[in-house]
């Protein structure tokens, strides 16, 4: 009987013992999850940082792309506005000459027969005629259609109806 004793007071310490390491094996684990949670959700923090960046990023390019667009725009339009000038110019000098030349020439008629006289008056319309078309083109110069203009880069032809905004 007193082994029986000896060997129930054995395995009580034994359980004892067992219930201890169980607890804190439990402790343990508890400490484990927590520090696994606290883990997570730094990483869940940093992955969120991370999204706001990229969308920051993001916006930030488009941001430059617009910009980037709008400068080209810009080179477009000071390259038009470069050409008009230049055109009219080149166009206007000789123009004015033989304009003024065949004006010249009308005001001195008397040995002209009526074929020269209605030649010479149609160069002179027809210089006319291109006059007005280089003033318009000045006006262009100064105003710089935009829409017009939008839609040449876009290979695109306005219609007949459409004006230069």
Known sequence: MMENQDQIKSDSQKLKEAEAEIKTLQDELLETNSGIIALYNDLNDANLKLVEKNEELNKTLRELKETQDKLIQSEKMAAIGSVVVTYNHHI????????GNVQLLLMKQKNFDDNTLKSLKLVED????????TTKIKEYEKLIPVKYLDSMFEMKSPSKDSKPS
């Open 126 to 133: 027809e210089c006319k005629r291109i006059s007005e078309v």
């Open 92 to 99: 206007n000098n000789p123009l004015m000459i033989i304009l």
